[in-house]
Every structure is written in structure tokens, then in C-alpha cells.
């Protein structure tokens, strides 16, 4: 399966002409997107559009352009359960902001299902983030990560270098999105 990834960032390409010409089987958005930035997304209507929200989001972008918000919920396709997380740690008060604390996000992956790919804005703490409490990373999705063992996990948010970016952890494929990435699921 090929998906079709856009984090943080608009993707500077032709999302269309990609999709049809990468032969994409599905999108998906990790938040920190613009709206104006995903417009293109409504036009595609043949294949799976799944999300989570960034810290930065509007929150209400999603339903409009037919993308299924993934936040903790559960979607399988071609075989592969899917999962979610949105936002980030709180780093500032801000109710409109998508930010939650440690002591939160430990509350909503409490009992969590196992997932074979799971969609996050922020990663799991210690994976790609930095100890600076806004670009740090989720306890909980650490733990998730370490027990369950998801085939992959995609995030956006943080800006890792080519030199530092975590690739695998705990036998998951970790893959760091920024703009765009085509990422390629192997059965």
C-alpha cells in the first residue's frame, strides 16, 4: 500500500497529479496544515483520506474535505488497522489550542487498541522530539510503542535532522513527515 503523508507544512505539490500519478492508496495529514493548503483533498474522493490535528490546527477542517479524523479511533484498510493521536504537549494555555498534558494523553491511551499503523502529530517522547516542552514528545505513545509494537508510526512536528531522525524504535518503522512524503507498506 502507498499513502500519500502531509505534516506541518503546505506540501508544495500538486496533490492530485501526485496521487494519480504516484498510483497513491490513501492520504494521510498530520497536522499543522492550513485548510487553503489541503483544499485539493475534496476532489479526492476514490481513496481513504485519514487525519489527526496539530497544535496549530483550526480543529474543523477535517469533516469539510472528507478526511476521517483518526483522533482515537480505529480504521482498517486493505488489512491494516489504523490508529490516532492529535495535537501535542501543553506548553501554553490556550483553550483553542490542541495541546494536551502527559498526565492527559496517559488517560486517553489508557486500554488503547493494538494498531498496525498509527498517525500522530507529536511522537513518542524520547523519538524525534527535543527535551523543549513544546516540540516534546508523548510518554504515553512511548509506552504504546514499546508494548504494542505497531508496524509503522508517522509523525510530524518536531524538526529532527537527517543526521539525528529515528528511523526505528522498538521494532516499529518510525517515519518523520515534513510537507510530503510517499511511504510505501509492505504486507
Known amino acids: 500500500m502507498k499513502l500519500l503523508a502531509i505534516a506541518d507544512r503546505n506540501p508544495n505539490i500538486d496533490i492530485i497529479k501526485t496521487v494519480q500519478e504516484q498510483s497513491i492508496d490513501m ?8 485548510r487553503h493548503d489541503l483544499l485539493q483533498l475534496a476532489q479526492i474522493t476514490h481513496i481513504p483520506k485519514l487525519g489527526v490535528y496539530g497544535n ?4 474543523n477542517y477535517m469533516e469539510e474535505l472528507g478526511i476521517i479524523n483518526m483522533h482515537r479511533k480505529i480504521f482498517i484498510h486493505q488489512g491494516f488497522r489504523f490508529g490516532g493521536l492529535q495535537g501535542c504537549v501543553r506548553y501554553k494555555e490556550n483553550p483553542q489550542a490542541i495541546m494536551s498534558t502527559q498526565a492527559e494523553t496517559w488517560q486517553m491511551m489508557q ?4 494498531v498496525d499503523i498509527f498517525l500522530t502529530h ?6 524525534n522530539d527535543e527535551e523543549e516542552i513544546a516540540h516534546q514528545g508523548f510518554d504515553a505513545l512511548r509506552d504504546y510503542v514499546e508494548k504494542i509494537h505497531p508496524k509503522m508510526l508517522l509523525h510530524g512536528h518536531t524538526y529532527p535532522t537527517e ?17 510530503s512524503k510517499i511511504v510505501e507498506i509492505a504486507s
Open 27 to 34: 492520504i494521510v495529514t498530520l497536522g499543522d496544515l492550513e
Open 56 to 59: 496549530h490546527c483550526s480543529g
Open 111 to 114: 486500554g488503547y487498541p493494538p
Open 122 to 127: 507529536c511522537p513518542p517522547r524520547g523519538i
Open 163 to 179: 543526521e539525528t531522525v529515528i528511523k526505528e524504535f522498538a521494532g516499529t518503522e518510525i517515519v518523520y513527515v515534513h510537507r
